[in-house]
Structures are given as structure tokens and as C-alpha cells.
């Protein structure tokens, strides 16, 4: 039966207030479906009957078959947009670019602007420059400001010059905790041509973890920017309806483990089940037992275990957490009215249709670590010393957890709260093989330094820094209350962090700081080196800042293998520091335990921390506070009224930028000079109809990469070397190295993040084997091993002034990681023209369409390897110019090897998965697809 919208639109009345709404009960088959398809319908049924929906879409939500690998193509409508300033600024860059492009083409330029409210918040620019001393945050903020003048000059531009544009100034928060704390409505209202209508809030972010707002009932995914500005632009989301998978949560976490203990938990499981491009929704009796910022700390780290989101139905935790974060009591009675009314409210004894269930005993929950590179290697702590010790050996993850389960077997563990072990190691006591007695042994290569006038060694395995960081943990808190308490046990028993570890805090948002103060807390992180050093995503997303540099000098000399633990969401090679090879995620407590030990090779469930003035050994679970003292504190310091101060005037700011000179007008003003912001090149060229698709002819390969190359691998981050190739240009322009900053704050200028692609320390391109990073072997110097090594980008250059298109060649999970769109970009920048996979992730697949580049897939079973491709050969890839009218399943992939004459031939899977994305990529991606939308429409 056909469904319409019509008959589905009522009225629903709170509190004397009336909102239009899109009844689900009038829909058959609405009922027995998972909450997060139950939005998806209803934000379908609005766009029905305002005629941007087919009905065919609205009945294939309706009849969602749970076991099909996928349902039909739907357009979805987010109901707003939320970026961060690294990929917000580039989506800024791009508006004001088409508006120059559209100018050009004789169309209105007012016609660029969101039609739907986009927020912004700046979260990702401040560095750990210093750290450990009172005025750590204020030098931090000055610096941060300092450098990135020019682009928060764009940003302050944008904010009166778009309409439904809104920004968070620098020094808030992080803008996942703010969107949870602030900004998420849980329920939209919005004026229609009808009346106040209410409806589901959702949301596509430019930022991978923006599911975190999944804890509170609100659907939201990660998108690459290019998509973001499309949504903003008012063009659908083309998607697949997706399959669900239904985590069945039952009992309660044990005392002494953490939301951090439980995401890490999830993870594991959910990468173990295989949930990429899937929803998570989690229901059942153990729902009501994990609190809000639980619920967020899981959602948050969804790209992690590659799902889509993972989200939460409504419920009472979801009522309580909107009052204690201030949000107004009309908009409360709304949420639940409309929950309740729509079939949206949890019911722990009903269980929707799911296209698979997995089961989760809460109870079974112990304290965990994870890494060293990547987030779902969960390692539990009672085995991590072996773990690291194994790792530090040689052995594979898989070995080495079977490894610390093994060596462990024998040992005896406390029943309940963790504790830890010291390694107070100086001249006099050099490093052996666990101090604490343990039978593992790692690699020791011990360093002598010198620290304030006192000798220490550091070896493989100790810690360097300790990070209370990210979105994922600061805005739960119960694990930042008992990090402060654990603190403060620490101090009162005379412990001190190790000398050669760099400490830093850095919450998503300043009401954190308010409660660890009013808690009377502060002091205590202070004395351990935890002192505030901004409100952003420091740590977490590469802005470590530098480390002790009598410490980074002995880890350079000895090639140490060092490492950083750390209370975000991210862990990826290269990412934390370029100096720390292990990076370890791990619950604020346990950051703070680290601190106090210096080293992965403890024990931290059996052997003492430190010893007190006494000389009576103190252990972990000395100082570990428990379940109670955690929640008196929270009860009586966290309060309503510290959300509603805080948030008052959240896009305000401070005087440094309300005094920010800008221009007016519907058009700005570039500076040449700007080593920030640069008009970029995406439209040169563009005119109003696209050019044909054509077949490749004489492809080379500018990388032949392995298995889970990510965005982080891919796209420019982290701190810019004086000797690269972005480093080289920034030194062209008179910049110095002190004020280099980082690729992410550069991401406004294409010159910069062009010569960053590609170009991560850890990246290893099989052309160029026996180099790390941003090289490859240029065949316009040479064949085979006669061709030079260079830089990616040296190549690039060379490859284009030839008129060469450009492949990359890759394994398993391309393109994991964070939504980064400059991983995209960059690469089409460079002449990219296709890249041949045997797995992608979601996002970045979608983001390589959005910028034209063709994402093609090696036959099942089959990789670049087992069809002896070198990377060296020449390719001609036929049958793309069949994407002119329609989407071919596969194209034909001949490669000839110069030097010796063997040819290979096989069909490449086409990765463009809906008629939306063929639009893409026949325009050269979305940026020119909107523009020739938006002059279609004007006429």
C-alpha cells in the first residue's frame, strides 16, 4: 500500500504548545523497528510531503527487511550540520569559493549559504606548548590565538555573512561535548509553512566521532566535509538503508572499572562482529544502568569499531541528563511526549527487529587498555605489562595478548580495584626487567638524562606522556571525578608523577573545570602536573606540543621505542607524537596512575606505586577512590545552574575575538599573502555543464600501500618538519619553524595540505621500500630501479606537468579513521584519478566520489599481491566512460610491467554504491554538482 504523508500528519500538544509531527503509528510496519530507523522514517515522511522524498522510499523503511545485506537508496535530510574548526574552516573556504565560482557564472552568490543550522565550534587548534605550571592554559591560549589569527578572521567573516551559521569561539570546549551538553535539542522545532513543527534531531557532523551524541537519543554520523557543505546546502544525504545490528545489554559494571573499561569492551566485540557501515542500537534490562555519559563515552568512539552510529533510544537517564545540563523544562516535557508518543521511549522488555543480536553482560566488564595503534586492541590491564613486553619483542597483537594471558596464568590477582607498581629508577638503579618482579623481559636500551639536576633513565616502554584529553572520556564525569580524587589521594600519600613524563589536562568543556574546582579538586591535579592547558582536543589529534626536551633528545639518539598514554578515542602510528612508536587509551584514573609510574612495564593490579613519607609501600587500590565517594562528589558539585552560566554566552567569546578585524560583504576579501587561507582550486575550470567521463589510459601508481591505511596515514596532521615539502613552502613565504603550527590548522591553504598528503611519518609505500613517510619512486626519471625516490608530491608534480593520471593501490580497510576530507582532497590535488582497494571504509569511499576520484575494488579474494602487480606497471582501466549513464559493476583493469612485458588483466568492482554518488562523480564531485544545482534553479 502506498503510504502518504498526509495521512500521517497531526498534532501533538505539550504544555499548551502545539507541534506539528508525522504520526509513526499510522505507518504499517513502523512499529516492530529499531528507534534509529523509526527517525530515519519519520524524517522521510516530512520530506514526502514537502515532495523532495519518493513514496517508494518512505515504504522501503517501512518494510525494512532485517536480513537483506542492505535496503534501497534513500535521501535523508539531517536537521543541522556541527563542524570543528580543522574541517570547518575548509568547508568555509569552499563556500566562499563557490560563492566567488557562482559569481563568475552569473548566478546570485546570497544563494550560497546554509539552509539549515550549521554550528561550529573551534576545538582543534590549541597545543600543548606548555604544561605542568599555573599559567600553562593562559600561555597556550595566547599562542593559540597568535597563530591562527587569520583563520579565526575567516571564521568571525563567515559568522555574519551566512545566515543559520553559528561558532563557538576558541577556548570552550570540544565540540562534541558542547553539541552533547549545549547545543543537541533531542527533539527539533522549527517554523514550517504550517506552524511550530517537531521532529527527531539529527545531525551529519564533520568530525568522525560525532555519534558521541548518540548517547543521548539524537542520530548523527561523521561526514567528510565536501558532504557537510552539500547538507548545508540543502541537498540530501544519499545513502543505503542500512542493516542493524541490537546489542542487548544486561546486568552492571563490577566496582573499580570505568565507562573507559566498557567502551574499550564494546569495541573489541563490535570490530570482532564486523559492524562497518551498520548501525548499533543498544537495548534492553542493563540500558537504564549505564548512565549518560556512559552512553556518550560509546558512542563517541563508533568510528573505532567502524559502525555508522550507535545510538541509544530515549528514555529517563536520557530526561535527567537534559535537566542537570540546564536544557529548559518545555523543551523536556517535549522530548519525553514525543518519545512516548512515537514508540520512541525504551522499553527494556521489547525487542524490535534487528538484523542481528549480540549480548553484553555488563558484570563481565574489567579494566582495560588499548593499543598500541589502534582502538579496538584491547588489552586487559592484569596482563598489560606482558602485553607490552611481548609487543616491544616483536610479536604481533594476537601474540601478544595470548603471550600476557599465558605469563599471567600463575600470578594472583586483588578481586576488585586496580592498583599499580613504581619504577622510581635513577643512575644508581638502572632498568631491569620489571622491577616489580614479573617473569617478562622486554628490549632494554636505557638512555641517561638528566632532569633538574637529578639523573633518571628512560628505556623502550616508559611513558613520556600522560594526557587527560578528547571528547571521549572529559565529558563523563565520573571517570574526571575520580581521576581528580585518585589525585588527590596520591598527593596526601606524597606521590608526584615521574619526572620524564609531560602531563596535561585538556576537558571538552569548562564546566569540568568548574566542578573539579568547586569539588575543591583542582589543587591536586595541579601538584602532579595535571594543570589546565586549554579546552580542546590537544593530546588526542596530534597537538601534544613537544615533548621534555631533555627526554625527546634521548628517545632521538637511542631510537627508543617510548610511549603515550592517553584518556581520548585515537591511537593510530604517527598520530599521538612523532617521537611515541606505543600509544595507549586508557581511563583518566589510569592516566593519572601512569603518571605516577612512568612505564607499561608494571603490573598495576598487584605491586606497589611508590612509597609513602612513612616508607610504607602504597598500591593503587590505596588510592583508588570508590563508587561512592565518586558519586557523593558528583551530587553535590555538579549542578543544573553550572551548565545554563556556562553556556550563557557560548558564541560570544572573549575581547581577542570580538576584536578581530573583519570585512563585510557577500563575498571575501583573500589575502595573497596568507600562509593560512588561499582560494582554492576546485572550481577552475568548472562551467556549467560537466565534461564527459572518460576511460584511463597510461595510469601509473603513485603508491602501493598495505592493509588499514588510514586517514591519518593519508591526510596532512600533526606538526610540519622544517625539511618537507609544506615545510619548504611555509620557509618560501617567510615563515619560521616556531610558527609553522600544524597541518590541521593549515587545512584553509590547498599549497600546504597538498605537499602534507601522503607525507605521514609512519606511512610505508611498497615503491619505495626501506622509507618511511611522503616518498615514492617517480617514473618520469626512470623505470624500475632506475627511477629516483623523491617526495610524493615532487612526483606528483612531475606526473602532472606530463599529463599522467595517477592510481593508488591498496589493501584491506582503506581509508579507516577519523572523517578526514583533505584525505580526499589531497589526494585528487595530487592527480589521483582512481584508487584500486580490496576494502574501504565508509567515509573515506564517499568522500574519494565526492572529489571525483573513482574508488575501485580488487576482485573478491584477490589483492595486488596475489595478482603480481609491483606497483611499476602502466594500467589502462576501460568501461568508466559507461558511468555516463548508468553505474557499470565493474570496469577492465589492464597493467603491462614496463621492464619485462608481463601483462595482467582483471575486472575492478565499481565502489560507487547509489545513483546519488554517480551524480558526484559524473560532475567531478559534489562542490561542482551543488554549483550547476544551484544555476539550474535560478534559471
Not at 542493524?244 to 566496582?255: F, H, M, Q, R, S
Not at 609501600?617 to 551530587?635: A, F, G, K, M, S
Amino acid at each position: 500500500m502506498t503510504i502518504d504523508s498526509n495521512q500521517t500528519r497531526d498534532t501533538l500538544v505539550v504544555d499548551g504548545t502545539s507541534y506539528l509531527i508525522h504520526r509513526l503509528d499510522r505507518v504499517d510496519g513502523a512499529e516492530r523497528l529499531p528507534y534509529s530507523l523509526k527517525v530515519l522514517l519519520e524524517n522521510l515522511l516530512r520530506h514526502q510531503e514537502a515532495g523532495q522524498v519518493a513514496a517508494e522510499q518512505v515504504e522501503a523503511v517501512a518494510g525494512w527487511d532485517p536480513t537483506a545485506a542492505h535496503g534501497r537508496e534513500i535521501s535523508y535530510y539531517p536537521a543541522r550540520v556541527l563542524m570543528q574548526d580543522f574541517t570547518g574552516v575548509p568547508c568555509v573556504v569552499d563556500l566562499v569559493a563557490m560563492r566567488d565560482a557562482i559569481t563568475e557564472l552569473g548566478g546570485d552568490a546570497s544563494r550560497i549559504n546554509p539552509l539549515i543550522p550549521t554550528e561550529l565550534v573551534i576545538d582543534h587548534s590549541v597545543i600543548a606548548d606548555v604544561f605542568g605550571r599555573p599559567d600553562a592554559f593562559r600561555v597556550n591560549a595566547e599562542l593559540e590565538f597568535e597563530r591562527n589569527a587569520e583563520r579565526y578572521q575567516l571564521l568571525r567573516w563567515g559568522q555574519q555573512a551566512f545566515t543559520d551559521f553559528s561558532v563557538v569561539p576558541p577556548d570552550t570546549g570540544i565540540c562534541h561535548q558542547v553539541n552533547l551538553e549545549y547545543l543537541s535539542r533531542v527533539v527539533f522545532t522549527r517554523e514550517g509553512p504550517d506552524g511550530l513543527e517537531a521532529y527527531p534531531d539529527t545531525l551529519v557532523g564533520t568530525d568522525s566521532h560525532t555519534p558521541m551524541v548518540n548517547g543521548l537519543g539524537v542520530l548523527g554520523w561523521g561526514v567528510g566535509g565536501i558532504e557537510a557543505e552539500a547538507a548545508m546546502l540543502g541537498q540530501p544525504m544519499s545513502m543505503l538503508v542500512p542493516q542493524v545490528i541490537g546489542l542487548k545489554l544486561t546486568g552492571e559494571l563490577p566496582a573499580g572499572t570505568t565507562a573507559t573499561d566498557l567502551v574499550l569492551t564494546v569495541a573489541e566485540l563490535l570490530r570482532r562482529t564486523g559492524v562497518v557501515g551498520k548501525f548499533v542500537e543498544f537495548f534492553g534490562p542493563g540500558v537504564a544502568n549505564v548512565p549518560l555519559a556512559n552512553r556518550a563515552t560509546i558512542g563517541n568512539m563508533s568510528p573505532e569499531y567502524g559502525a555508522t552510529c550507535a545510538i541509544f533510544p530515549v528514555d529517563q537517564v536520557t530526561l535527567d541528563y537534559l535537566r542537570l545540563t540546564g536544557r529548559a523544562e518545555q523543551q523536556i516535557q517535549l522530548v519525553e511526549a514525543y518519545a512516548r508518543e512515537q514508540g520512541m521511549w525504551h522499553d527494556p522488555d521489547r525487542e524490535p527487529d534487528y538484523s542481528q543480536v549480540l549480548e553484553l553482560d555488563l558484570g563481565s566488564v574489567e579494566p582495560s587498555i588499548a593499543g598500541p595503534k589502534r582502538p579496538h586492541d584491547r588489552i586487559p590491564l592484569r596482563i598489560a605489562p606482558h602485553a607490552v613486553a611481548a609487543l616491544l619483542s616483536g610479536r604481533s597483537q594476537a601474540e601478544a595478548i595470548e603471550a600476557g594471558l599465558d605469563e599471567a596464568s600463575g600470578e594472583s590477582f586483588p578481586a576488585s580495584d586496580p592498583v599499580a607498581v613504581d619504577h622510581d629508577r635513577d643512575q644508581d638503579a638502572p632498568h631491569s626487567p620489571c622491577a616489580c618482579g614479573g617473569e617478562h623481559e622486554w628490549p632494554s636500551s636505557p638512555a641517561d638524562i638528566e632532569l633538574d639536576g637529578a639523573p633518571y633513565s628512560i628505556d623502550n616502554g616508559d611513558v613520556v606522556i600522560a594526557a587527560i584529553t578528547s571528547c571521549t572520556n572529559t565529558s563523563n564525569p565520573s571517570v574526571m571525578i575520580g581521576a581528580a580524587l585518585l589525585a588527590r589521594n596520591a598527593v596526601q600519600r606524597g606521590l608526584a608523577r615521574k619526572p620524564w613524563v609531560k602531563t596535561s589536562l585538556a576537558p571538552g568543556s569548562r564546566v569540568v573545570t568548574d566542578y573539579i574546582e568547586r569539588a575543591g579538586l583542582t589543587t591536586y591535579l595541579d601538584k602532579l602536573g595535571f594543570n589546565l592547558v586549554g579546552f580542546g582536543c590537544t593530546t588526542c589529534i596530534g597537538n601534544s606540543g613537544p615533548l621534555i626536551p631533555e627526554v625527546s633528545a634521548a628517545v632521538q639518539e637511542h631510537d627508543l621505542t617510548v610511549c603515550s598514554v592517553l584518556s581520548g578515542n585515537r591511537n593510530f602510528e604517527g598520530r599521538i607524537h612523532p617521537e611515541c612508536r606505543m600509544n595507549f587509551l586508557a581511563s583518566p584514573p589510569l592516566v593519572v596512575a601512569y603518571a605516577l609510574v612512568g612505564t607499561l612495564h608494571v603490573n598495576v593490579l598487584t605491586d606497589p606505586i611508590g612509597v609513602d613519607e612513612s616508607g610504607a609501600d602504597v598500591y593503587l587500590r590505596d588510592i583508588w577512590p570508590t563508587e561512592q565517594e565518586i558519586n557523593e562528589v558528583i551530587e553535590s558539585c555538579l549542578q543544573a545552574e553550572m551548565f545554563a552560566e556556562g553556556y550563557a554566552d557560548v558564541f560570544s567569546g572573549d575581547d581577542r575575538w570580538r576584536g578581530l578585524d573583519v570585512s563585510e560583504g557577500e563575498t571575501f576579501t583573500w589575502d595573497d599573502a596568507s600562509t593560512y587561507v588561499q582560494q582554492p582550486p576546485y572550481f577552475d575550470g568548472v562551467g556549467p555543464e560537466p565534461v564527459p567521463v572518460t576511460d584511463l589510459q597510461g595510469a601509473r601508481v603513485l603508491l602501493k600501500l598495505g592493509d588499514s591505511v588510514t586517514t591519518d596515514h593519508i591526510s596532512p596532521a600533526g606538526s610540519i618538519k622544517r625539511d618537507s615539502p609544506a615545510g619548504t613552502y611555509l620557509t618560501a613565504h617567510d615563515v619560521g619553524p616556531r610558527d609553522f603550527n600544524s597541518y590541521g590548522s593549515r587545512r584553509g591553504n590547498h599549497q600546504v595540505m597538498i605537499r602534507g598528503t601522503f607525507a605521514n611519518i609512519r606511512l610505508r609505500n611498497q615503491l619505495a621500500p626501506g622509507t618511511e613517510g611522503g616518498f615514492t619512486r617517480d617514473f618520469t626519471t626512470g623505470e624500475g630501479e632506475n627511477a629516483t625516490v623523491t617526495t610524493v608530491f615532487e612526483a606528483s608534480e612531475h606526473y602532472q606537468a606530463a599529463q599522467t593520471p595517477l592510481l593508488v593501490l591498496a589493501g584491506k580497510e582503506y581509508g579507516s579513521g577519523s572523517s578526514r576530507d583533505w584525505a580526499a582532497k589531497g589526494t585528487t590535488l595530487l592527480g589521483v584519478e582512481a584508487v584500486i582497494a580490496e576494502s574501504y571504509e565508509r567515509i573515506h569511499r564517499s568522500n574519494l566520489i565526492g572529489m571525483g576520484v573513482l574508488p575501485l575494488q580488487f576482485p573478491d579474494g584477490e589483492s595486488a599481491d596475489s595478482l603480481g602487480l609491483t606497483g611499476e606497471e602502466t594500467f589502462d582501466i576501460t568501461g568508466i566512460a559507461a558511468l555516463t549513464d548508468g553505474i557499470p559493476e565493474t570496469v577492465q583493469v589492464h597493467a603491462v610491467h614496463p621492464g619485462t612485458g608481463a601483462e595482467t588483466s582483471f575486472d575492478a568492482v565499481v565502489r560507487i554504491d547509489t545513483p546519488g554518488e554517480a551524480d558526484y562523480y559524473r560532475h567531478g564531485g559534489i562542490m561542482p554538482y551543488v554549483l550547476r544545482q544551484l544555476l539550474d534553479e535560478e534559471g
